[in-house]
């Protein structure tokens, strides 16, 4: 048995012109959702995970996310942390070329407003 053999099968799925994401990682559905004023939604399962807000300002590729995120999953801090980074790459790309300083601003409608009032019981 080869050490991949016990990895189940997972992947990225999107819907043209949509903020929408899926990433499926093992029997565990992850759906990240672009909101306006660089709010991401984080659902598993369909419940929600956690609430992200990446600040609109960014000096020297050093980009700051503010991040709440259900108790449960503190254990799985890695995965809310490769969550993150998966969409900062995937809403806001870089275009390989590098800017001291940018502001990026997410804009358009919210289709899953009941997501932005979400808070873990911390």
């Known amino acids: 048995m080869t050490n991949l053999q016990h990895i189940k099968k997972g992947g990225v ?7 929408n994401r899926k990433v499926k990682i093992g029997k565990n559905v ?10 991401i ?19 020297a590729e050093e980009t700051e996310y503010e991040i709440d995120f259900d108790p449960a999953m503190e254990n799985d801090i890695n995965l809310i942390l490769m969550l ?13 070329k590098w800017s001291f300083a940018k502001y990026e601003k997410s804009v358009g409608k919210n289709a899953f407003d009941e997501r932005l ?3 873990s019981n911390k």
Do not use: G, P
């Open 84 to 96: 993150v980074a998966f969409a900062d790459s995937t809403y806001f790309k870089n275009r390989l």
């Open 117 to 119: 009032k979400w808070q």
């Open 41 to 59: 939604s984080v659902m598993k399962n369909e419940s929600q995970i956690a609430l992200m807000k990446r600040e609109c300002f960014t000096a």
């Open 13 to 19: 799925y999107s819907y043209f012109f949509s903020s």
């Open 30 to 39: 992850y759906e990240l959702y672009l909101h306006r004023d660089n709010y």
